[in-house]
Nanobody, 122 residues
Framework: QVQLLESGGGSVQAGGSLRLSCEVS????????MGWFRQAEGNGREGLAA???????SYGDSAKGRFVVSKDNDKNTLYLQMNSLKPEDTSTYYC????????????????WGKGTLVTISS
């Protein structure tokens, strides 16, 4: 089993930045693909970014150029640096993980965190 715990959400003004963190516990070495998703109220889940065990990354259109996914293997922590935030980025952000031969921002994940709320004001 793998447990994921997100943190770092909050309220910022448009144009600001936030860094989300996701602590991985349990058996972190059992997953080789981790990603960030978001879901706003009334909307479907959207894949934002993913990173594989070698550090290769994949980004969805909403994240390209503004968000950066990274990980610290020593700390078993995944990050999402979000810059130039917009009101439409307001959402609950989820960390997710899976063991898969192919890792991309749209990959179906197996393990999920409970989410952290990000609110961007104009």
């Amino acid at each position: 089993q793998v447990q994921l715990l997100e943190s770092g959400g909050g309220s910022v003004q448009a144009g600001g930045s936030l860094r989300l963190s996701c602590e991985v516990s349990g058996y972190p070495d059992s997953v080789n693909c981790m990603g960030w998703f978001r879901q706003a109220e009334g909307n479907g889940r959207e894949g934002l970014a993913a990173i594989n065990s070698r550090g290769g990354t994949s980004y969805g259109d909403s994240a390209k150029g503004r968000f950066v996914v990274s990980k610290d293997n020593d700390k078993n922590t995944l990050y999402l640096q979000m810059n130039s935030l917009k009101p439409e980025d307001t959402s609950t952000y989820y960390c997710a993980a899976v063991h898969t031969p192919y890792c991309a921002y749209y990959t179906s994940m197996h393990y999920w965190g409970k989410g952290t709320l990000v609110t961007i004001s104009s």
